[in-house]
T-cell receptor
Framework: EDQVTQSPEALRLQEGESSSLNCSYT??????LFWYRQDPGKGPEFLFT???AGEEKEKERLKATLTKKESFLHITAPKPEDSATYLC??????????????FGKGTHLIIQP | ETGVTQTPRHLVMGMTNKKSLKCEQH?????MYWYKQSAKKPLELMFV???????ENNSVPSRFSPECPNSSHLFLHLHTLQPEDSALYLC????????????FGQGTRLTVV
């Protein structure tokens, strides 16, 4: 069974204080790992897709990296508007058909001014 | 405007009512999904449709009945729900059902009384 574990569950940072969020996964064969941002009362907003170990993607203050067992979302010099819940999800390679995503519980990030 | 639109945004229904959730995607995607998001739990995949055919049903109770009349529209028909079914119901779409990112709507906040 595919599993995704995110840590920490919650993180409070000062504005400008860089940090990293962790996503550990167990999957029979990884087709893709996805990062989303979710604001309260809204649907998840797509951030990144990573397909293979060693791959990195960047967008503004965010950088996502991938190894064979985990992914990190690095946040550099965050601003209050970066406050949100960050979700990690994996899609497994299966025998056929379409597959949805297996999500972690998320990391609730608060950036204080 | 989001590429995936869900209506209604909020719904309160009694346990004996019948209601439907609607989702429309304007992205030209080939796959559509229903997810359930409950408090303190990860997003749970409910149904997957690829080119209008249901390809996955994640052991969802029969009181939830999906319908995909064409590649742009997805419905979730609800009847005789239980209070524990109260949650945020999210629709998503992706270009390819395998390995491409999914884009989510804003969700329908359902309360069963």
């Amino acid at each position: 069974e595919d599993q995704v574990t995110q840590s920490p569950e919650a993180l409070r940072l000062q504005e400008g204080e860089s940090s990293s969020l962790n996503c550990s996964y167990t999957v029979s064969g990884l087709r893709g790992l996805f990062w989303y941002r979710q604001d309260p009362g809204k649907g998840p907003e797509f951030l990144f897709t990573l397909y293979s170990a060693g791959e990195e993607k960047e967008k503004e203050r965010l950088k996502a990296t991938l190894t064979k067992k985990e992914s990190f979302l690095h946040i550099t010099a965050p601003k209050p508007e970066d406050s949100a819940t960050y979700l990690c999800a994996v899609q497994a390679k299966t025998g056929g058909g379409a597959d949805g995503l297996t999500f972690g519980k998320g990391t609730h990030l608060i950036i204080q001014p | 405007e989001t590429g995936v639109t869900q209506t209604p945004r909020h719904l309160v229904m009694g346990m004996t009512n019948k209601k439907s959730l609607k989702c429309e995607q304007h992205l030209g995607h080939n796959a559509m999904y229903w997810y359930k998001q409950s408090a303190k739990k990860p997003l749970e995949l409910m149904f997957v449709y690829s080119l209008e055919e249901r390809v996955e049903n994640n052991s969802v109770p029969s009181r939830f009945s999906p319908e995909c009349p064409n590649s742009s529209h997805l419905f979730l028909h609800l009847h005789t729900l239980q209070p524990e079914d109260s949650a945020l119901y999210l629709c998503a779409s992706s270009q390819d059902p395998r390995g491409t990112e999914a884009f989510f709507g804003q969700g329908t906040r359902l309360t069963v009384v």
